[in-house]
């Protein structure tokens, strides 16, 4: 079964920034695209971003985050980040990442995890 575990969430002030990171958890992580999502309180689970496997080297963002969010993958690690600049309260959620069969995609492969919270709060 595939499981990816997710950190670096946190509170931070309007403007500010943190990485999140996405890290396979007995398997790995190179063959497969990657999604981050998240959930807000209220609110239904939205994709943010996704990147492909580096073969195919591309990435994909939701409108509301690009030019502030930057996904990247290290496969010697495993682990997919998330770098996320300029926050601002709505980005308040939290956040998910899965195994995708395409990217961008609403399907996941692998389980869902419990994410990872983040608080954009001043």
């Known amino acids: 079964q595939l499981k990816l575990v997710e950190s670096g969430g946190g509170l931070v002030q309007p403007g500010g920034s943190l990485r999140l990171s996405c890290t396979a958890s007995?398997?790995?992580?190179?063959?497969?695209?990657v999604g981050w999502f998240r959930q807000a309180p209220g609110k239904e689970r939205e994709r943010v971003s996704c990147?492909?496997?580096?073969?195919?080297?591309?990435?994909r963002y939701v409108d509301s985050v690009k030019g502030r969010f930057t996904i990247s993958r290290d496969d010697a690690l495993d682990t997919v980040y998330l770098q996320m600049n300029d926050l601002k309260p709505e980005d308040t959620a939290i956040y998910y990442c899965?195994?995708?069969?395409?990217?961008?995609?609403?399907?996941?492969?692998?389980?869902w995890g419990q994410g990872t919270q983040v608080t954009v709060s001043s």
């Open positions: 899965v195994t995708q069969p395409y990217c961008p995609s609403d399907t996941a492969l692998s389980t």
């Open positions: 007995g398997f790995r992580m190179f063959y497969y695209r």
């Open positions: 990147i492909s496997n580096s073969e195919e080297n591309y990435t």
